[in-house]
């Protein structure tokens, strides 16, 4: 049984990969803060446009993801990163237009489509980078600073939003996403070139399951990406980018100082226990609806979404051939982004018929049975030995 290799992880391309990283989801975390509250506030519109305009992107990641990752396979994961980047940056300056809603959520497909290839893109980079041993390290790593964007960027958006207004916003997002680009521009390209991509675009096989389990796992922060800003102003937080700062500073925390964790104790212990953590986090956000239980379930919540995502996709890439991890990865992530667009569609229904409260509800009954499905799914598919 070997261990980790000591080979350093934090190398200049692995460190150009977190800065492109860092940037983007700084984008992310602006649109997160600003766009469920533009669409209520400037355009007056209900909690199911909210969940449809913020699920719009949602769908064209889903469409995009998995090709993405097929053309990083066989074309090469920069190129992939760079187009993204200039397509997300022309959807936030087309937001800065002030569209309706009948426009903002084609734009919001599109990008989406776009912010799916470049995540798929910079996290295969990260995996690429990766000594032996330590994949779920670097996963952790890469994601633990997309997370710091995920903090800053609501910070910076309700500032804006605050003091300015929304058209310096969407043009905040398109230069941090312009930032992105410029970094992954110098990136050595990290596909190997004795790889052979497999021909098909389906996602991979070995995804599947490990995917659903994510799915169902994250339901819920497809509903707290949505309304949590909502929620904070109803319990009486003045500032609900803050929600954000606590969230996004759990997970980084715990992805950096635990980032070895998915290697060590191996996928099937780290998604469990994540999965645990989000169901206490949102039965707490939905039972103890106040300032102090909204930032103790938020702080719950996000030990548990810390870990989800570096222990599932540390078992699906184990699962996967050398020649389809970014395929697998964009398989991956696309179930995220179902997760997500389901959570911004489906947990609005509740949303209007039953209060934020029960969008909690139902995003811990569903991580609930993502804990059933990984149990059943380790129990029938051996996981590789966990270094010790």
Known sequence: MRGPSETSLLTRPFVLAMAATTAAFAT???????????????LGRSDLAVGLAVGAASIGAIVAGPPAGRIADRRGRRVVMLGGAAVMALGYLALALAPPLGAIIPIRAVAGAAEAAFVVASFTVAADLAPEGRTGEAVSLIT?????????GPLAGDFIVSSVGYPLVWTLAALLV????????ALPDTRREQEEAPHGWLPPRAALLPGLVLLLALLGFGGFNAFVALHAREVGLERPGLVFLVFAGIVVVARVFGRTLPDRLGARVAASSACLAVICGLLVLAAWQSVPGLLIGTAIFAAGQAF?????????????????????????IAFVDVALLSGALVLSIAAEASGYG??????????????VLLVRITAATPEPAAAP
């Open 28 to 42: 992310f975390g602006v649109l997160i803060l600003a766009l469920p509250l533009y669409v209520r506030d400037e």
């Open 144 to 152: 633990a600073v997309a997370y710091v964007g995920l903090a800053l």
């Open 178 to 185: 312009t930032t992105a680009g410029v970094a992954a521009i």
């Open 308 to 332: 989800a995502y570096p222990a599932v996709a540390l078992l699906a890439s184990a699962r996967a051939p050398v020649s389809e991890q970014s395929a697998t990865f964009g398989a991956v």
């Open 358 to 371: 029960a969008v909690f509800v139902a995003g811990a009954v569903s991580a609930a049975l993502g804990l």
